[in-house]
């Protein structure tokens, strides 16, 4: 009994530092990932489905390994915020954000409004709103061009800091979305006291539309939340007409996801910005 003991411990404990030298491997890659040029920035466009105008973007971390290729952000995010590498790495997405939406305003390509993806490990830096003004005013970018996309875990937790930065951001006109609507344990009845703008119909219920009646549900009751709370609804991970459909039925007004374009690089995001603008006036 003693020697399989021994050798289950051996197993997971191999097992397990597999996983922390693969997380150091990578975090190690991560360490000046930015200054080699691995890590780029995607665009994804936000629809009005009434209309189809583009209202916005958001912007989406790509990084490129030199030998393992991409890494989804799924997997580095999480290594960048544990090793506290993400402030660099999201305070540098955040300046080329504001600066790349400014540039579209002055080519007159867009005026739309660039949402950007806010790590909890950013969020409670003190410094977090001046961070936010400081990228803004550096790009010369109207304040409410710019939406932070924050899940519910980040403002729901440290509840009394994380409301004084959004009154402060709220104050400097700045947009507020909940990503990922939905999925947190939030009481849905508390969201009144934070001053957001927007809720993300997080795409795992979008998914499942139509049909599922518990996503139906979800859906539907997160679009009369909103609107009876004054705030936008997006539905994000929208992949079909069917799920299209469904949303105008429900009277949800925006929409993103594979049906309208993928996450696009800033020239591929310009070619199809004009070919949809003529499509769209056709
Ligand atoms: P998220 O913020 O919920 O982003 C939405 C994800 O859905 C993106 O995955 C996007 O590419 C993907 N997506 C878009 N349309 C569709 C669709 O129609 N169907 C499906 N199935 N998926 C769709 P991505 O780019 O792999 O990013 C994954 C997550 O990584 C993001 O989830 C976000 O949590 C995080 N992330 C990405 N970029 C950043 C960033 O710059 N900063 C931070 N803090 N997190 C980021
Ligand atoms: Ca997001
Ligand atoms: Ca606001
Ligand atoms: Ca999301």
Same mark, same amino acid.
């Given at each position: 009994?003693?020697?399989?003991?021994?050798?289950?411990?051996?197993?997971?404990?191999?097992?397990?530092?597999?996983?922390?030298?693969?997380?150091?491997?990578?975090?190690?890659?991560?360490?000046?990932?930015?200054?080699? #040029?691995?890590?780029?920035?995607?665009?994804?466009?936000?629809?009005?489905?009434? #209309?189809?105008?583009?209202?916005?973007?958001?912007?989406?971390?790509?990084?490129?390994?030199?030998?393992?290729?991409?890494?989804?952000?799924?997997?580095?995010?999480?290594?960048?915020?544990?090793?506290?590498?993400?402030?660099?790495?999201?305070?540098?997405?955040?300046?080329?954000?504001?600066?790349?939406?400014?540039?579209?305003?002055?080519?007159?390509?867009?005026?739309?409004?660039?949402?950007? #993806?806010?790590?909890?490990?950013?969020?409670?830096?003190?410094?977090?709103?001046?961070?936010?003004?400081?990228?803004?005013?550096?790009?010369?970018?109207?304040?409410?061009?710019?939406?932070?996309?924050?899940?519910?875990?980040?403002?729901?937790?440290?509840?009394?800091?994380?409301?004084?930065?959004?009154?402060?951001?709220?104050?400097?006109?700045?947009?507020?979305?909940?990503?990922?609507?939905?999925?947190?344990?939030?009481?849905?009845?508390?969201?009144?006291?934070?001053?957001?703008?927007?809720?993300?119909?997080?795409?795992?219920?979008?998914?499942?539309?139509?049909? #599922?009646?518990?996503?139906?549900?979800?859906?539907?009751?997160?679009?009369?939340?909103?609107?009876?709370?004054?705030?936008?609804?997006?539905?994000?991970?929208?992949?079909?007409?069917?799920?299209?459909?469904?949303?105008?039925?429900?009277?949800?007004?925006?929409?993103?996801?594979?049906?309208?374009?993928?996450?696009?690089?800033?020239?591929?995001?310009?070619?199809?910005?004009?070919?949809?603008?003529?499509?769209?006036?056709?």
């Amino acid at each position: 009994a003693k020697e399989a003991g021994r050798n289950r411990y051996q197993f997971y404990s191999d097992d397990m530092t597999a996983r922390a030298i693969e997380r150091l491997s990578l975090e190690r890659d991560l360490r000046g990932a930015a200054e080699r #040029n691995e890590l780029f920035l995607v665009y994804q466009p936000q629809i009005e489905l009434t #209309n189809g105008y583009i209202i916005g973007a958001e912007v989406l971390l790509r990084w490129k390994h030199p030998v393992r290729g991409f890494i989804s952000p799924l997997r580095f995010i999480p290594v960048a915020e544990d090793s506290g590498l993400i402030l660099g790495i999201g305070e540098r997405a955040l300046r080329e954000s504001c600066r790349q939406a400014q540039v579209w305003r002055e080519q007159g390509l867009l005026d739309m409004r660039i949402s950007v #993806n806010i790590s909890a490990v950013q969020f409670r830096q003190t410094d977090f709103v001046e961070v936010i003004e400081r990228a803004l005013a550096e790009a010369g970018l109207p304040p409410d061009k710019l939406e932070l996309e924050l899940t519910e875990s980040v403002v729901m937790q440290d509840v009394e800091p994380a409301l004084e930065k959004l009154r402060r951001l709220d104050t400097l006109g700045v947009k507020v979305a909940i990503d990922d609507f939905g999925t947190g344990y939030s009481r849905l009845s508390s969201l009144r006291q934070f001053t957001v703008d927007r809720l993300k119909i997080d795409q795992s219920f979008v998914h499942d539309l139509p049909g #599922n009646a518990d996503a139906e549900a979800i859906a539907t009751a997160i679009v009369a939340m909103g609107s009876s709370l004054g705030l936008r609804v997006i539905a994000e991970g929208v992949e079909t007409e069917a799920q299209e459909e469904f949303l105008q039925r429900i009277s949800c007004k925006e929409g993103q996801g594979y049906l309208y374009a993928w996450p696009m690089t800033t020239s591929e995001f310009e070619a199809w910005v004009t070919a949809w603008q003529l499509h769209a006036r056709a």
